[in-house]
């Protein structure tokens, strides 16, 4: 084992920066409001199955499957491009037939384990020791987790017109973000 606390901090920054679990307030906030609950244990500890077995296995996966790192970045470019259009203009693309809770799908799946997270986790893996990867998404997990939990009073805080500047303001910021994903990984397909 070969722990380095410059390694797990910088691994935790950029997890931080790509999940976004702030930026995603007004997200979890809108789906807290269309499905009433959201199972935080739950989501969390999906999410953080998803990024360990994918820093393992992930590049293989994809490989076996046909898939290059570039291809299943732009893919998620896509599913991040279409969450942001739903904050903007304040409209609803997901659907799904009378959702219980919201824990695995979005919320883990794509939003806190989607493909920017994975494909920074395989790039990390090959500048990092993975137990120090590791560290940084237990650490990483457990703020989204704290984030999910307190989002009742987070959305209680900043009231509805609060959290409606707030998802445009980010919708915005993630609109780049897929964009920036689309065209970074797009060049290497060609």
Known sequence: MAFDIKEIVTATMILFAIIDIIGSIPIIIGLREKVGHIQSEKASIVAAVLMVLFLFVGKEILTLIGIDVNSFAVAGSFIIFFIALEMILGISLYKDDAPETASVVPLAFPLVAGAGTMTSLLSMRAEYAVENIIVAIIINILFVYAVLKASGRIGKILGKQGINIIRKIFGVILLAMAV???????????
């Open 180 to 190: 920036k994903l689309f065209t970074t990984n797009i060049q290497g397909l060609f």
